[in-house]
């Protein structure tokens, strides 16, 4: 299974953008690149995803490198409901459909 | 807006005694799944349903486990014979297709192995 490697964690006050970045320099040319995040206490949500092209929807924008080695999730605003373990997930197009959850990053949403 | 449900939210269970967790999907997915996760760990793939069958599980999912799917709306994890190491976070996933569809998770139910 391809490798994603994401900060640990990162902080970011109410109502500004926030940059998630996930390295996944071993990716394939089948991987399509999963958002989910996880708020406390409760099971994970999916948030986006996208295979080359740059997306958005109406939780969050994903911003994929041209050689798809790492990619960027982006919230516009932070709000404080925001504040959860955000994971890069790659899943493999034509194989499992499992899915395969690193430690993530620990966003901090301060007011 | 549909949601994945999961009964109970927390169980409590002696070691060696059967428990099942008890999940509704959502009514029009087709693929069920479990994870797992540990309290401060990562969460854990244990097992894919589909069309009546697994149709993959990972080395957790051992015989201890099973998964059924007895009526058209529930999908059941039972374990046999509960471990101390058993107690976690037990999360219901579905969705509509395989691949890359979303999967929509439930609330989890909470595990506790004395």
């Known amino acids: 299974d391809a490798k994603t490697t994401q900060p640990n964690s990162m902080e970011s006050n109410e109502e500004e953008p926030v940059h998630l970045p996930c390295n996944h320099s071993t990716i394939s040319g089948t991987d399509y690149i999963h958002w989910y995040r996880q708020l406390p206490s409760q099971g994970p949500e999916y948030v986006i995803h996208?295979?080359?092209s740059n997306v958005n929807n109406r939780m969050a924008s994903l911003a994929i490198a041209e050689d798809r080695k790492s990619s960027t999730l982006i919230l516009h605003r932070a709000t404080l409901r925001d504040a959860a373990v955000y994971y890069c997930?790659?899943?493999?197009?034509?194989?499992?459909?499992?899915?395969?959850f690193g430690t993530g990053t620990r966003l901090q949403v301060f007011p | 807006e549909p949601e994945v449900t999961q009964t109970p939210s927390h169980q409590v269970t002696q070691m060696g005694q059967e428990v099942i967790l008890r999940c509704v999907p959502i009514s029009n997915h087709l693929y069920f799944y479990w994870y797992r996760q540990i309290l401060g760990q990562k969460v854990e793939f244990l097992v894919s349903?589909?069309?009546?069958?697994?149709?993959?599980k990972s080395e957790i999912f051992d015989d201890q486990f099973s998964v059924e799917r007895p009526d058209g709306s529930n999908f059941t994890l039972k374990i046999r014979s509960t471990k101390l190491e058993d107690s976690a976070m037990y999360f219901c996933a579905s969705s509509v297709g395989a691949m890359g569809n979303e999967q929509f998770f439930g609330p989890g139910t909470r595990l506790t192995v004395l």
């Open positions: 349903f589909y069309n009546n069958e697994i149709s993959e």
């Open positions: 996208g295979l080359t």
């Open positions: 997930i790659l899943r493999w197009a034509y194989n499992t459909d499992k899915l395969i």
